[in-house]
T-cell receptor
Framework: KAGVTQTPRYLIKTRGQQVTLSCSPI?????VSWYQQTPGQGLQFLFE???????NKGNFPGRFSGRQFSNSRSEMNVSTLELGDSALYLC???????????????FGEGSRLTVL | GEDVEQSLFLSVREGDSSVINCTYT??????LYWYKQEPGAGLQLLTY?????DMKQDQRLTVLLNKKDKHLSLRIADTQTGDSAIYFC???????????FGKGTSLLVTP
């Protein structure tokens, strides 16, 4: 069974540009979450999607957005990039319909974004 | 986050046991996880414990949970150089969809 797949693995952008990251969850998983990992702030929750609906959103500005498609694949977009957006963006998927107290969360390898 | 604390570094010799500690403030957490991150990789789920358990053993891994002191630990027996990585403690809230992670403990295993 394939794991969570994220593309691209690495990318470099300049300030002001926008970026789209893609995540394909484990087959059968309908919930997809996104996390940002930086050395200073650690792992921070961005948002979570289930059945094409955003169920929860972390404390990030509106420049960060996402969506989920009918096949459960998800994308996140960051517009007007800032230097501080440089980070590893991790996608995670899970099976359960309910909250996190009902199942394991499986992470992808991440997309490493560098903003120059 | 700020509600989950871990020491930043731990160094042990190959063959010794490693103990990675985590303290937290949210006592309503139902699942408590340990993840491992190797350089350049994502997070690998190692093990987890349900909040009504005190201990869970899984091969070389032992998780201890002290709910009174809000303290979680991960013991790795017979630590190997391949265990060198960053270990994250993470708590699942009683409701909601976001894991609350510690900053991670960097484990270095020396020959």
């Amino acid at each position: 069974k394939a794991g969570v797949t994220q593309t691209p693995r690495y990318l470099i952008k300049t300030r002001g540009q926008q970026v789209t990251l893609s995540c394909s969850p484990i087959s059968g998983h309908r919930s997809v979450s996104w996390y940002q990992q930086t050395p200073g702030q650690g792992l921070q929750f961005l948002f979570e999607y289930f059945s094409e609906t955003q169920r929860n959103k972390g404390n990030f500005p509106g420049r960060f957005s996402g969506r989920q498609f009918s096949n459960s694949r998800s994308e996140m977009n960051v517009s007007t990039l800032e230097l501080g957006d440089s980070a590893l963006y991790l996608c995670a998927s899970r099976t359960a319909d309910g909250g996190l107290n009902t199942g394991e969360l499986f992470f992808g390898e991440g997309s490493r974004l560098t903003v120059l | 986050g700020e509600d989950v604390e871990q020491s930043l570094f731990l160094s042990v010799r190959e063959g010794d046991s490693s103990v990675i500690n985590c303290t937290y403030t949210d006592s309503s957490s139902t699942y408590l996880y340990w993840y491992k991150q190797e350089p350049g990789a994502g997070l690998q789920l190692l093990t987890y414990i349900f909040s009504n358990m005190d201990m869970k053993q899984d091969q070389r891994l032992t998780v201890l949970l002290n709910k009174k002191d809000k303290h979680l630990s991960l013991r790795i027996a017979d630590t190997q150089t391949g265990d060198s990585a960053i270990y994250f403690c993470a708590l699942a809230p009683n409701s909601g969809y976001a894991l609350n992670f510690g900053k991670g403990t960097s484990l270095l295993v020396t020959p």
